[in-house]
């Protein structure tokens, strides 16, 4: 049975930065596609930053590229979001996902596994 389960959320102060870990398991971790996603009250789910294999091709939403780092190890089947200079509108709920594909979408119909979340919470 595939598990991803997020740890690290909680209630920061807006500046502050927060990592964000995904431990995965049931899957052979290396071969699939992990990405974050968030997903704000009243709002859709979005996609925020994925990584592939090797940590050879990232790719990551435009409010996201100069303040979140998406990384991964493999050895520890293990994923994470370092996200720095944090704002009251990066609230929400953050999930991890998995996609076996080999090309990085930002789709969420794309990922075939996900996490519970975990909640961020930004005050002004």
């Known amino acids: 049975q595939v598990q991803l389960v997020e740890s690290g959320g909680g209630l920061v102060q807006a500046g502050d930065s927060l990592s964000l870990s995904c431990a995965a398991s049931?899957?052979?971790?290396?071969?699939?596609?992990m990405a974050w996603f968030r997903q704000a009250p009243g709002k859709e789910r979005e996609f925020l930053a994925a990584?592939?294999?090797?940590?050879?091709?990232?790719r990551y939403a435009e409010f996201a590229k100069d303040r979140f780092t998406i990384s991964r190890d493999n050895d520890k089947n293990a994923l994470y979001l370092q996200m720095n200079s944090l704002k009251p509108e990066d609230t929400a709920v953050y999930y991890c996902?998995?996609?076996?594909?080999?090309?990085?979408?930002?789709?969420?119909?794309?990922?075939?596994?996900w996490g519970r979340g975990t909640q961020v919470t930004v005050s002004a």
């Open positions: 990584i592939n294999w090797n940590e050879g091709n990232t």
């Open positions: 049931g899957l052979t971790f290396w071969t699939y596609i």
């Open positions: 996902a998995a996609d076996p594909n080999v090309v990085i979408t930002m789709s969420t119909a794309e990922y075939d596994y």
